[in-house]
């Protein structure tokens, strides 16, 4: 490992932040914390932190000996100065001769000498920050080191790498017990640059930012060097000769974890994936011993909270039967839900006070031959899971190339997962009516679909965008986040291939919202049937071919699901030549009653809205001052021209789909959005 560190770099940061009033100890210290939470083989996701030792004038101006260290919540790769909340040390070291302090006290007694009150909680390993001695010192879960640490043989391997330069802390869970034993290991032998925190990662301190930074690097590099020897690879299973694709497998993996809701009938708990794979991930997934070193818990305790302690193991999709590959996955899920209740119900008996379970759902399910899966309540969070997973891989990859790998006992990852500071890491937001599921929507980057896209990502769903226009949909997404797909409704290829995508991306879809549309206009006693067949393309098959295709997954994956249909006023309140756009609606007002006639029973629902005079919808800016004018009305008149006298917005249209998506007791419905219209009223 390579150090980062730039002379130049530290300069320009401490000279831009020197203008704000920040002293050169905490921009440095910004600097380091910075280049250490950039590299995921050093920090991943809030693990890791750091620390300085300095002076500053509190809030009356009065100079204070302070630790400033890492805040909660903040993510190393980014830290501001902010980050680094500044705590009185002599309270932190008084706390030094007491025999036992709890957390909760731990929390309370930072919290009450902090400079700022409203700073973050510093963070949960701040006591071992303050009980040891060095200027600067840095924490990292370094991959490499705990490859060496995590074997029956770690300590001996740690000794014959670092010899006396790094001292050997035995693992104790984070806390006041873990700081305190730190502090002794160190006292012992202060000339040690740093510390070896057994099955947990590595301190290294120094007297400025750049030396206990270089030291980091120095340990991690020893590290490295030492797992390159290694030379021992996995060696392979025998596979199916034909695999199933992460598309194919995603919405059976996603429907097999989904939970159904004890207290709302319908209601689902479902997680969205995130899909990994490449040589280091085949090459560990297709291991013949896979189900052993896969299996012994994760490689450093705070990964928990991220991964509970093992990933779910799944069998090779064999694409020539993939039924057997479905039963097996449900079989494999329901074990691992048991097995976690277990365990949390044999741990939760011996301790006091009692915790309450977490979903006993997996975060990782590994897949041989294909990949890894990333699973959680968000995208974010599949993706957290997956990064971590993808460095267990690492870390486990080369303590078996050299020795064996070993975690922690159960009953020490049980505390961390369940010990009350690493839950407030996760936060307590209440979560939103659509979270953990999928909406694609077509037809996005029209304003009624982006008006919908917005709803649902308000409402907390993951985002598949559909449309036509690439450039687009592509501005939609990111602005909203969520998925792109260039996609023509009316080619049958480009919609299978757009699930496949979505598919891929999350692991199936729960909403489609089948949106895109066009209006023909024209006489209909002369119309051309070339006309009226595009119309029926768009306007009516294509609802078809989305629909099909989403029942087709939502089946897969076996947690119902909700398609929404885009119809019209026109479907049953016809106006003048608008019957080639109107027609093909109101099959498609049927096909909505059709598909909630037949999929009732595996808990689909199909409802559709009818809009009526909706701006930047079919009504482009020239349709409206024609028809205005047309009625001898103003535009603004035109627009207004309904019962209530009131303007539809595209707003108003994707409130309706959003109550849809959320009416778990509605099927065969139609919501009309037009302002009143008693001619378009459904009888
Ligand atoms: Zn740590």
């Given at each position: 490992?390579k150090?980062r560190?730039r002379?130049?770099?530290?300069k320009?940061?401490?000279?831009?932040?020197?203008?704000?009033?920040?002293?050169a100890?905490?921009?440095?210290r910004?600097y380091?914390?910075?280049?250490?939470?950039?590299?995921?083989?050093?920090v991943?996701?809030?693990?890791?932190?750091?620390?300085?030792?300095?002076?500053?004038?509190d809030?009356l101006?009065?100079e204070?000996e302070?630790?400033c260290v890492?805040g909660s919540?903040?993510?190393?790769a980014?830290i501001?100065?902010?980050?680094?909340p500044?705590v009185?040390?002599?309270p932190?070291l008084?706390?030094k001769?007491?025999?036992h302090l709890s957390?909760?006290?731990?929390?309370?007694?930072?919290?009450?000498?902090l400079?700022?009150p409203s700073a973050?909680?510093?963070?949960?390993?701040?006591l071992l920050h303050?009980f040891?001695?060095?200027?600067f010192?840095d924490h990292?879960?370094?991959t490499a080191?705990?490859s060496?640490?995590?074997?029956?043989?770690g300590?001996?391997?740690c000794?014959e790498?670092?010899?006396?330069?790094?001292g050997?802390?035995?693992y104790?869970?984070p806390?006041f017990?873990?700081?305190?034993?730190?502090?002794?290991?160190?006292e012992?032998d202060?000339?040690?640059?740093?510390?070896?925190?057994?099955?947990?990662g590595?301190?290294?301190?120094?007297?400025?930012a750049q030396q206990?930074?270089?030291?980091?690097?120095?340990a991690?590099?020893?590290?490295?060097?030492?797992?390159?020897?290694?030379?021992?690879?996995f060696?392979?299973?025998?596979l199916?000769?034909?695999?199933a694709?992460?598309?194919?497998?995603?919405?059976?993996l996603?429907?097999a974890c989904?939970?159904?809701?004890?207290?709302?009938?319908?209601?689902w708990?479902r997680?969205?994936?995130e899909?990994?794979s490449?040589p280091?991930?085949?090459?560990?997934?297709?291991g013949?011993?896979?189900?052993r070193y896969?299996?012994?818990?994760?490689?450093t305790p705070?990964?928990t909270?991220?991964?509970k302690n093992l990933?779910?193991l799944?069998?090779?999709p064999?694409a020539?039967?993939?039924?057997?590959?479905r039963?097996?996955?449900?079989?494999?899920?329901?074990?691992?839900i048991?097995?976690?209740k277990a365990?949390?119900?044999s741990h939760?008996a011996?301790?006091?006070?009692?915790?309450?379970?977490?979903d006993?759902?997996?975060r990782?399910a590994?897949?041989?031959?294909v990949g890894?899966f990333?699973?959680?309540?968000?995208?974010?969070?599949?993706?957290i899971?997956?990064?971590?997973?993808?460095?267990a891989?690492?870390?486990?990859?080369d303590?078996e190339?050299?020795g064996r790998?070993?975690?922690?006992?159960?009953?020490?990852?049980?505390?961390?997962?369940?010990?009350?500071?690493?839950?407030?890491?996760?936060?307590?937001e209440?979560?939103?009516p659509?979270?953990g599921q999928?909406?694609?929507?077509?037809?996005?980057?029209?304003?009624?679909?982006?008006?919908?896209?917005?709803?649902?990502k308000a409402a907390g769903a993951?985002l598949?965008?559909?449309?036509?226009?690439?450039?687009?949909?592509?501005?939609l997404?990111q602005?909203?986040?969520?998925?792109?797909?260039?996609?023509?409704?009316t080619?049958g290829?480009?919609?299978?291939t757009?699930?496949?995508?979505?598919?891929?991306i999350?692991?199936?879809?729960?909403?489609a919202?089948?949106?895109?549309?066009?209006?023909?206009?024209?006489?209909?006693a002369?119309l051309e049937?070339?006309?009226?067949?595009?119309?029926?393309?768009?306007?009516?098959f294509?609802h078809q071919?989305?629909?099909q295709?989403a029942v087709r997954?939502?089946?897969?994956?076996?947690?119902?699901?909700c398609?929404?249909f885009n119809?019209?006023k026109?479907?049953?309140?016809?106006?003048p030549?608008?019957g080639p756009?109107?027609?093909?609606?109101?099959?498609?007002l049927?096909l909505m009653?059709?598909?909630?006639?037949?999929?009732g029973?595996?808990?689909?629902?199909?409802n559709?809205?009818?809009a009526?005079?909706?701006?930047?919808?079919?009504?482009?800016?020239?349709?409206?001052?024609?028809?205005a004018?047309?009625?001898?009305?103003?535009?603004?008149?035109y627009?207004?021209?309904?019962?209530l006298?009131r303007?539809?917005?595209a707003e108003?249209v994707?409130?309706?789909f959003l109550?849809h998506?959320?009416?778990?007791?509605?099927?065969?419905?139609?919501?009309t959005?037009?302002g009143?219209?008693?001619?378009?009223a459904?009888?």
């Amino acid at each position: 490992m390579k150090s980062r560190w730039r002379d130049a770099e530290a300069k320009s940061l401490t000279s831009r932040y020197a203008q704000q009033g920040i002293a050169a100890d905490l921009a440095l210290r910004v600097y380091t914390s910075r280049l250490l939470g950039q590299d995921p083989k050093l920090v991943l996701h809030g693990g890791g932190n750091t620390s300085v030792k300095m002076r500053m004038p509190d809030l009356l101006g009065e100079e204070t000996e302070v630790l400033c260290v890492k805040g909660s919540g903040w993510d190393m790769a980014e830290i501001e100065p902010a980050g680094l909340p500044a705590v009185r040390l002599k309270p932190l070291l008084q706390m030094k001769t007491r025999t036992h302090l709890s957390d909760e006290d731990i929390v309370r007694l930072q919290r009450a000498n902090l400079l700022d009150p409203s700073a973050p909680n510093p963070s949960v390993e701040t006591l071992l920050h303050a009980f040891l001695p060095g200027k600067f010192i840095d924490h990292t879960h370094a991959t490499a080191v705990l490859s060496l640490t995590d074997q029956p043989e770690g300590e001996k391997l740690c000794r014959e790498v670092y010899g006396g330069r790094l001292g050997l802390v035995p693992y104790i869970m984070p806390g006041f017990d873990l700081a305190k034993k730190a502090a002794r290991v160190f006292e012992s032998d202060p000339a040690v640059e740093g510390l070896v925190l057994l099955k947990h990662g590595i301190f290294t301190f120094g007297d400025s930012a750049q030396q206990a930074y270089e030291r980091m690097i120095a340990a991690v590099t020893a590290a490295e060097e030492r797992l390159a020897r290694g030379r021992r690879t996995f060696s392979a299973a025998i596979l199916p000769k034909r695999l199933a694709p992460a598309a194919e497998i995603a919405p059976i993996l996603r429907g097999a974890c989904g939970l159904k809701d004890d207290k709302v009938e319908g209601a689902w708990r479902r997680l969205i994936c995130e899909f990994r794979s490449g040589p280091e991930v085949l090459h560990y997934v297709n291991g013949k011993e896979l189900s052993r070193y896969s299996q012994l818990g994760v490689v450093t305790p705070d990964h928990t909270i991220r991964t509970k302690n093992l990933p779910m193991l799944l069998p090779a999709p064999d694409a020539a039967n993939m039924a057997q590959f479905r039963k097996d996955v449900h079989e494999a899920a329901k074990t691992f839900i048991d097995r976690y209740k277990a365990y949390f119900t044999s741990h939760n008996a011996r301790i006091e006070p009692k915790k309450r379970p977490l979903d006993p759902l997996p975060r990782v399910a590994l897949v041989p031959g294909v990949g890894l899966f990333g699973l959680g309540r968000s995208k974010k969070d599949a993706r957290i899971a997956a990064d971590i997973a993808e460095n267990a891989i690492a870390v486990i990859t080369d303590a078996e190339s050299i020795g064996r790998f070993e975690s922690l006992p159960e009953k020490d990852l049980f505390a961390m997962e369940y010990w009350s500071l690493e839950q407030a890491k996760l936060g307590k937001e209440t979560e939103k009516p659509l979270q953990g599921q999928v909406a694609l929507i077509t037809g996005a980057a029209g304003a009624i679909g982006a008006a919908v896209a917005r709803a649902f990502k308000a409402a907390g769903a993951e985002l598949s965008l559909l449309d036509k226009d690439t450039a687009a949909v592509e501005k939609l997404a990111q602005s909203l986040g969520g998925l792109a797909v260039t996609c023509d409704v009316t080619d049958g290829e480009s919609v299978s291939t757009a699930f496949a995508r979505t598919a891929e991306i999350f692991g199936g879809v729960d909403i489609a919202v089948s949106n895109a549309g066009a209006a023909w206009q024209g006489d209909i006693a002369e119309l051309e049937d070339d006309v009226l067949r595009q119309s029926f393309e768009l306007n009516f098959f294509a609802h078809q071919r989305v629909a099909q295709a989403a029942v087709r997954m939502m089946r897969a994956q076996g947690m119902g699901g909700c398609l929404l249909f885009n119809v019209s006023k026109q479907a049953v309140n016809p106006g003048p030549e608008f019957g080639p756009y109107g027609m093909p609606k109101a099959a498609t007002l049927l096909l909505m009653r059709q598909y909630a006639l037949e999929c009732g029973k595996d808990g689909i629902r199909a409802n559709g809205v009818n809009a009526d005079r909706v701006r930047g919808g079919l009504l482009t800016k020239e349709m409206i001052a024609a028809r205005a004018k047309a009625r001898g009305l103003n535009e603004a008149d035109y627009m207004r021209g309904n019962l209530l006298g009131r303007e539809v917005t595209a707003e108003d249209v994707a409130a309706a789909f959003l109550y849809h998506a959320t009416a778990l007791k509605t099927t065969g419905d139609i919501t009309t959005v037009d302002g009143g219209n008693v001619a378009a009223a459904l009888r």
